[in-house]
């Protein structure tokens, strides 16, 4: 393995089309190439979870190696306390 080619990084997609107005989470598709280690998937995905709230759905693993994984976070409605709306 040649480890003096530049890495390709991870894909983040926010969303896939446009979630309704009542859904109560926010979804995230994060594609992973085949170069990225386990660990670094690993790493990559705790971060998300960690310091973004996110948690994972699903995850899915290509015959090249590549991944997918499917997060998502509830979506927090806040709503005004003050009279000033």
């Known amino acids: 393995m040649n480890h003096d080619k530049q890495r390709t990084t991870h894909v983040v997609t926010p969303t896939r089309g446009m979630p309704s107005q009542d859904s109560r989470y926010h979804w995230r598709v994060v594609d992973i190439p085949s170069e990225i280690t386990r660990s670094e998937a690993r790493a990559l995905l705790t971060e998300q979870a960690e310091y973004g709230r996110w948690e994972l759905i699903r995850s899915q693993r290509f015959v090249g190696g590549a991944r997918r994984v499917w ?12 009279d000033a709306a």
């Open 71 to 82: 997060l998502r976070k509830r979506v927090m409605n806040v709503r005004r306390t003050d």
